[in-house]
Nanobody, 119 residues
Framework: QVQLMESGGGLVQPGGSLRLSCAASGSIGSIDTMGWYRQAPGKERELVVT???????NYADSVKGRFTISRDNAKNTVYLQMNTLKPEDTAVYYC?????????????WGQGTQVTVSS
């Protein structure tokens, strides 16, 4: 069974920083893409950033220059460093992992971690 364990969310003032972590465990197979999505109240889930196994990233325009994704392949862990946070960054952040096992593609989601940016 595959598990994605997220941590690092919380309450922060505008302009502050947070770092999210997501560790994948279990029979996850060969990981291709790891990333983060978010969902604000009343809105659809949206892409924040992804990184494939080659290190190619895809950032949402709204977070470019403020958020940075990184991954530790040895630990099957992905990180999201969020700087200069804005109230509009408030959302539940979900870790996402895409992997291949026995020639089948899998798509896994974390349970979500709340990020609230407020003074």
């Amino acid at each position: 069974q595959v598990q994605l364990m997220e941590s690092g969310g919380g309450l922060v003032q505008p302009g502050g920083s947070l770092r999210l972590s997501c560790a994948a465990s279990g029979s996850i197979g060969s990981i291709d893409t790891m990333g983060w999505y978010r969902q604000a109240p009343g809105k659809e889930r949206e892409l924040v950033v992804t990184m494939d196994k080659y290190g190619t990233t895809n950032y949402a325009d709204s977070v470019k220059g403020r958020f940075t994704i990184s991954r530790d392949n040895a630990k099957n862990t992905v990180y999201l460093q969020m700087n200069t946070l804005k109230p509009e960054d408030t959302a539940v952040y979900y870790c996402n992992v895409k992997s291949t096992r026995a020639r089948l593609d899998y798509n896994y989601w974390g349970q979500g971690t709340q990020v609230t940016v407020s003074s």
